[in-house]
């Protein structure tokens, strides 16, 4: 029935909302409802090919009738599309915005599957070629806006801080990082009690875990 994989679509993306990560890119999906589309328009254009480019709807109501739910169906169709890809969008901006690099996870999920099938064919990506250049140009659009105003944590939270100074637990290492007091080096189960602006973007992008 036409519509019934543009909604699965839908529901998936209403899914992806609710994810603290991207979830793999339904290309079949995306294909079988492109491919809905073309075959609505390809039967719409042979139904108005058999009146000569001149169609009256109250001549013969069965054809304004059929051409009319191609109609519908297409926009259903392209309306589904679109809601799928703007939701990945925005979590990809999302994501962007926290500091995350999205590309070297993605890369680093496909090296790990790869070697754990022992082929090729196990590495696979979250993210189709064009949303990984779409990341590449909105981190390079992203750094440019940061550049002008290096004074300011433009990814940080709006909402001010309960307190000053939290204690943090390293969740990956990091290496030396500079704050305002001096350097510290980051390193795995190790626990400090630093100044919360100076972490924030670290714990943004998990390598740190706030306490209490």
């Known amino acids: 029935m036409y519509g019934e994989i543009g909604l699965k679509l839908v529901q998936h993306a209403k899914g992806t909302q609710a994810l603290s990560h991207l979830p793999p890119y339904q290309t079949e999906m995306v294909r079988a409802v492109t491919r ?16 000569g480019g001149s169609f009256n709807p109250s001549a ?3 054809a304004a009738c059929s051409l009319l739910v191609d109609h519908l169906c297409m926009r259903r169709n392209k309306r589904c599309l679109l809601a799928y890809h703007r939701v990945r969008v ?16 993605e890369r680093s999920t496909s090296l790990g599957q790869g070697g754990l099938l022992g082929s090729e064919k196990g590495a696979s990506s979250s993210l189709n070629p064009e949303e990984e250049e ?14 002008q105003w290096t004074d300011i944590d433009l990814a940080g939270t709006l909402e001010p801080p309960k307190d000053l100074f939290i204690d943090v637990r390293v969740l990956k290492d990091a290496g030396e990082v500079q704050t305002e007091y001096g350097s510290i080096t980051l390193t795995k189960n190790s626990q400090f009690y630093v100044r919360q602006s100076d972490v924030e973007h670290l714990i943004a992008q998990r390598y740190l875990q706030k306490l209490g």
């Open 90 to 105: 925005d979590k990809l901006e999302e994501m962007c915005w926290r500091g995350e690099d999205i590309l070297d996870q």
């Open 60 to 62: 013969d109501p069965a």
């Open 134 to 147: 779409y990341v590449r140009q909105y981190n390079d659009l992203l750094a440019a806006l940061k550049g």
């Open 36 to 51: 809905e589309i073309r075959e609505l328009d390809k039967d719409a254009s042979s139904i108005l090919s058999g009146f």
